[in-house]
T-cell receptor, first 111, second 116 residues
Framework: RKEVEQDPGPFNVPEGATVAFNCTYS??????FFWYRQDCRKEPKLLMS???SGNEDGRFTAQLNRASQYISLLIRDSKLSDSATYLC????????????FGPGTRLSVLP | DVKVTQSSRYLVKRTGEKVFLECVQD?????MFWYRQDPGLGLRLIYF???????EKGDIPEGYSVSREKKERFSLILESASTNQTSMYLC???????????????FGQGTRLTVV
């Protein structure tokens, strides 16, 4: 079983749609959680960190359920510019040295 | 803003050449990482370093070595480049949190290496 699993995708949605990404992780020692976005042929960039209380940044909402070892990302009112691959990332251990990346879910927002 | 800078965006090297990829970060981060990313395989860790002169093997260290002589600089070395090392190489850095765990990883812009 992979350590971090994500929806296989791709997701093709119309502009303005709401889209939800799911991620599960297997290591209960995971300490930090993140969503990154990666545009084609570019480096991954942090979209948002994910906290147990949930957090929101504009149109983006992230949730963490430690008991279920589940992370989600919700994008509301999707824009063409949201088209990218979204990576779920967990960090395991006490010194922030062990990042485990999910395979990514590709999103295409269509006009 | 945190900046992680890789020395080259694109490189073309010949089989058997020794290749150096350089990475510099300006935020005094303890941790630095080298990944490669290939279609369908995601990001795979080659090596990481948690301090000057310290290094740990990642998932795919074969054919690579690293050097960290200064805190801000982490170099990846391909001892004898081969065509199966054609890939996108990504450097990253992160810091340790006093409360445990770490910050997010900050990535360089990537080096697309082609070995012919």
């Amino acid at each position: 079983r992979k350590e971090v699993e994500q929806d296989p995708g791709p997701f093709n949605v119309p502009e303005g749609a709401t889209v939800a990404f799911n991620c599960t992780y297997s290591n209960s020692a995971s300490q930090s959680f993140f969503w990154y976005r990666q545009d084609c042929r570019k480096e991954p960039k942090l979209l948002m960190s994910v906290y147990s209380s949930g957090n929101e940044d504009g149109r983006f909402t992230a949730q963490l359920n430690r008991a279920s070892q589940y992370i989600s990302l919700l994008i509301r009112d999707s824009k063409l510019s949201d088209s990218a691959t979204y990576l779920c990332v967990v960090n395991i251990g006490n010194y922030g040295q062990n990042f485990v990346f999910g395979p990514g879910t590709r999103l295409s927002v269509l006009p | 803003d945190v900046k992680v800078t890789q020395s080259s965006r694109y490189l073309v090297k010949r089989t058997g050449e020794k290749v150096f990829l350089e990475c510099v970060q300006d935020m005094d981060h303890e941790n630095m990482f080298w990944y490669r990313q290939d279609p369908g395989l995601g990001l795979r860790l080659i090596y990481f370093s948690y301090d000057v002169k310290m290094k740990e093997k990642g998932d795919i260290p074969e054919g690579y070595s690293v050097s960290r002589e200064k805190k801000e600089r982490f170099s990846l070395i391909l001892e004898s480049a081969s065509t199966n090392q054609t890939s996108m190489y990504l450097c990253a850095s992160s810091s340790i949190l006093a409360t445990g765990g770490g910050t997010e990883a900050f990535f360089g812009q990537g080096t697309r290496l082609t070995v012919v």
